[in-house]
Structures are given as C-alpha cells and as structure tokens.
C-alpha cells in the first residue's frame, strides 16, 4: 500500500502492483431483458475498468436479448423461466443454486423485472445491486420513467443500490440526476436515464465491493 503525497487525511490507495494482485470479483448477473446492462459492465471489465469476472448470467425471459449479448461476449447464460417454479421461493432457491454453482460472489440484478424473496437476499448478503431508473427513493417499481413523467418533476435519474428485501430499497451506492425535457416520451426519458445507469453501474460495482462505509 502506498500512502497518497502530501495528504493530511491519511488516505491510503493501492499501488499499481497490489492492484494487480487483488484477485478478479466473481460477479453473477441477472436480467430479464435487453441486457444494455450487463453489456457495459461486460465492456468495463474488458477495458479493464473493473477488475471482476461475469461468471454467469441469469435470465428469466426466454427472449431477453440479455443472453445473445451473453453468448456474443462469450459469458455462460442459463435461463431460468419463473414460469416453471411454484412460488418466488421455489424460483429464488433454484436462482441462488445456479449462482453458487458458479461460485459468484456478487450479485447484479441488471434489469432484474422480479420480485426477489428473502432466500435471494440473504444467501448473498449485502452483495446484491440492483440498478433502478429513478432517483430513489422516489418512484420505485415498475414504469419509473413513466411515474416520473406523470409526476411532473423536473430532474429524475439512476440509482445503483445495494439490494434489501422491500423491492427498490437498500443503500444507495451513486446516484445520476437526468432532466425532464418538456417534450419528452417515457422512450426518450428511458433512453437518456440508460446513458448515466451505464456510467454508474460499473462504478456501483466496484464502489460496494472496496466495503467503502456507506
Ligand atoms: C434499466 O433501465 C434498469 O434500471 C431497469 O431495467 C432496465 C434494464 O435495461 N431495472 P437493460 O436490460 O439493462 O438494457
């Protein structure tokens, strides 16, 4: 460890050789549709943004274009269709076997369009981030960008936080804050919201995983 020059609040930073030595975070990803995602935390961690590795990706959307994006970067997918589980027990039991299958360390739910239970959240304990297009605790659930048109607010945003059992609630790791514009759509709002969860989610990772106090 190295100490930063001229610092008077002791921080203390890796050097670059204990960097390098800091093995990868196993990451599990979980995504029920487009994956945009699990494709810039995919690219981040190829540009060497994030020292992590994409052990699995979980569907549950036999469409969702999550897994082709998987299959292009070479990341294993396994779908899990909540369609054939009896209960969202049933379905996070056999979620949190596959991801300790792939002996995953990290959770993120990237467009994770269910409702998880306490068998997810507490066999990964304060592990789990979830990325949410609002700023919470404001809009939570389903149609965020649309709650937040119809709200009238003028400035919504992202939030990457840690994940706790009441859906879109936890710690939030960071923030983007995106204007409304007067003649936006839910598409146009989403689409600049996307922009700053792509920034952010990577950071999110690797913020939570340094245990940072929050
Ligand atoms: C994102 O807007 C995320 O915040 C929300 O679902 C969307 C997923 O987008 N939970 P993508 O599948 O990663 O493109």
Redesign the pocket.
């Known amino acids: 460890m190295t100490l930063c020059p001229d610092s008077t609040l002791s921080l203390v930073s890796p050097s670059i050789s204990d960097r390098q030595q800091v093995a990868p975070l196993k990451l599990g990803i979980m995504?029920?549709?487009?994956?945009?995602?699990?494709?810039v935390v995919a690219q981040a961690i190829q540009d060497g943004q994030l020292n992590a590795q994409i052990q699995v990706l979980i569907y549950n959307n036999p469409s969702a274009?999550?897994a082709v994006k998987a299959a292009n970067r070479g990341v294993k997918s396994v779908l899990l269709n909540h369609r054939n589980y009896k209960s969202r027990e049933e379905f996070d039991e056999k979620i949190v076997q596959t991801l300790r299958q792939y002996d995953v360390d990290w959770v993120i739910?990237?467009?994770?369009?269910r409702l998880v239970t306490s068998v997810l959240i507490d066999a990964f304990p304060e592990t789990i981030i979830?990325?949410?297009?609002s700023l919470l605790p404001s809009f939570k659930g389903i149609h965020?960008v649309e709650q937040a048109l119809a709200s009238g607010v003028k400035i919504t945003g992202?939030t990457a936080h840690i994940a706790c059992l009441e859906m879109d609630s936890g710690p939030i790791l960071i923030q983007a804050a995106v204007p409304v514009l007067p003649d936006d759509t839910a598409e146009t709002l989403?689409a600049r919201?996307?922009i700053q969860?792509h920034r952010i989610l990577p950071l999110a990772i690797a913020l939570a995983a340094c245990r940072f106090k929050i």
């Open positions: 995504a029920s549709g487009n994956g945009s995602n699990f494709d274009k999550a739910m990237a467009g994770w369009m979830n990325i949410h297009p965020a992202c989403h919201i996307q969860e």
